[in-house]
């Protein structure tokens, strides 16, 4: 009988921990994550300390040895080190070690290609990881020929990785000039939703913190949700509305994590854009990570250097169920289990009350034959009192500032 399952790749994991270096630990947890996310099984994990990493091979020579030793006795594919190695570095260990070698930033690279589903993230993806081969189509080695595929080798593709240098960039060239059409679409529906009334709500947050349960919690449209890293990656933006009245958008976007890859950020640029342009940032943090903190610091990082720190923010607090203990370093904060049943209610109530805080409070009488023009802005404000007097609706709320002059047609 033939067997016809997919066999999984087996893969080494090697990190270097400099003097002084923080949070080594869950750097390499995350890796081991990361790899199980592109599909792989993680056989072992190698550490070494050293003062700066080896210019030829990153890791020393006695521990490469054992590296070599362990990938001939487990038939290991894949050697994976947690950092962005040099080309010199990469065609050496591969040549050293016989079986094809990536680095942290690839294996991100090659899980946003597993993930892209629309075109211009396929796009994007497609350019980032051109980028990144370009300084490295260096020699014949492994990573030229990579005819059995598996991690690191999506996307592009082996043709691709054979071509010259100005074959490639051509085909960079090639692709900017089509997200360039891409964004100019984005940017005119961006444009439009600027203009309109509607107050429009960003998640943001650390990979796989619970940002599409929320969404879809809020949302009656559904999205794929997973406990896995980048489940999410293309930008997407519902209706919603908050208490059964107020109108809103709200966007989910790729979540954030450390170290990434700097040419992810910069092709990923217009669509972490649909977040910037928000009038309420809601930062979803996973209380139950126990780095929680580290994520919170990376994403905070990425929102300075995408100023994107003045835009108000709500600050979520997710699985609670799974804590027993926990002391909170953002505050104000919201406490929820996006998977519980009451978690539609309590993720309103707090969107809800940060909303009215930013909001002007309003009151005005409506006549009694106008009362067709409440359903309109009931979509824009918040009606929190209705009082009836002899000919009028004594109606109380709050408004956005911005749209504060569409209360002057209410006025008798």
Not at 60 to 75: T, W, Y
Not at 210 to 232: H, V, W
Not at 234 to 244: K, P, Q, R, V, Y
Request: hydrophobic letters at 35%.
């Amino acid at each position: 009988m033939i067997d016809t399952q997919k066999k999984q790749e087996r893969v080494l994991l090697v990190g270097v921990e400099l003097q002084g270096m923080e949070h080594f630990s869950m750097s390499m947890e995350e890796l081991a994550s990361l790899a199980k996310t592109a599909g792989a099984e993680v056989v072992g994990c190698y550490r070494q300390k050293r003062e700066k990493y080896d210019s030829k091979t990153f890791v020393g020579s006695g521990k490469l040895q054992e590296i070599a030793d362990m990938v001939d006795a487990d038939e290991i594919s894949t050697v994976v080190v947690n950092n962005r190695l040099t080309p010199r570095q990469n065609v050496n260990l591969e040549e050293i070690l016989g079986i094809k070698v990536i680095d942290r930033m690839q294996l991100i690279l090659d899980i946003f290609a597993m993930r892209a589903r629309s075109h211009e993230g396929k796009l994007q993806v497609h350019l980032a990881q051109l980028n990144y081969l370009l300084p490295r189509l260096v020699g014949q080695g492994i990573m030229l020929s990579r005819q059995a595929g598996g991690i690191g080798s999506r996307g592009p593709g082996e043709s691709q990785l054979e071509l010259n240098r100005r074959a490639v960039r051509n085909q960079i060239n090639e692709i900017e000039r089509q997200l360039k059409i891409v964004e100019k679409n984005r940017e005119t529906v961006r444009e439009k939703r600027m203009d309109s009334p509607v107050f429009k709500i960003g998640l943001i947050g650390y990979t796989n913190a619970g940002k599409s349960t929320i969404m879809n919690r809020l949302s009656s449209k559904r999205q794929y949700e997973a406990d896995e890293l980048f489940a999410t990656l293309d930008a997407t933006t519902n209706s919603i509305h908050l208490e059964g009245k107020l109108q809103v958008t709200l966007t989910d976007t790729v979540g954030f994590i450390q170290d990434l890859p700097t040419e992810l950020v910069s092709s990923f640029k217009s669509t972490l854009e649909e977040s910037k342009h928000v009038d309420l940032l809601v930062h979803v943090i996973d209380a139950s990570d126990p780095n929680h903190e580290e994520h919170e610091k990376t994403v905070l990082s990425i929102m300075k250097d995408l100023d994107m720190l003045e835009i108000p923010r709500l600050t979520l607090y997710n699985k609670s169920d799974k804590i027993s203990d926990f002391t909170p370093t953002q505050t104000p904060y919201t406490l929820v289990a996006a998977k519980g049943e009451k978690s539609r209610e309590v993720l309103q109530t707090a969107i809800v009350e940060k909303i009215k805080e930013l909001f002007v409070p309003f009151s005005i009488r409506l006549p009694f034959e106008k009362s067709y023009r409440l359903h309109d802005l009931e979509n824009v404000a918040f009606i929190e009192d209705i009082d009836y007097e002899e000919q009028y609706q004594l109606i109380k709320g709050y408004i956005a500032p911005k749209n504060k002059w569409r209360l002057e047609e209410f006025y008798d």
